[in-house]
Nanobody, 123 residues
């Protein structure tokens, strides 16, 4: 059972990045998914969720209108398109196989998280 994020990096303010999360070892299409981030010195923040079919999405106010979550169940992959990036978006971004609708996710013992990918927004 594994989630592997990719696509992070250094980007200038106003730029864009697309994160991917490749799932394996579990029935990806049966799980709602989340993107969670942790900024330096801060706690975990659930920023976006998506249901199993991809038709229902949620966003934190901090990213609404700038980020778009999507999934491709045929490819067992979750995505996060991030536009108009700001320095305050700098964080480690994790994907998880659960919909954390609370802004402060409580990771359960059966939840699977990836190792994270670093996003740095700086000029």
């Amino acid at each position: 059972v594994q989630l592997v994020e990719s696509g992070g990096g250094l980007v200038q303010p106003g730029g864009s990045l697309r994160l991917s999360c490749a799932a394996s070892g579990f029935p990806f299409s049966s799980y709602g998914m989340s993107w969670v981030r942790q900024a330096p010195g801060q706690g975990l923040e659930s920023i976006s969720t998506i249901n199993t079919a991809g038709g229902i999405t949620t966003y934190a106010d901090s990213v609404k209108g700038r980020f778009t979550i999507s999934r491709d169940n045929a490819k067992n992959t979750l995505y996060l398109q991030m536009n108009s990036l700001r320095p305050e978006d700098t964080a480690v971004y994790y994907c998880a196989n659960r919909r954390y609708l609370s802004p402060y996710p409580a990771r359960g013992p059966a939840d699977v998280w990836g190792q994270g990918t670093q996003v740095t927004v700086s000029s």
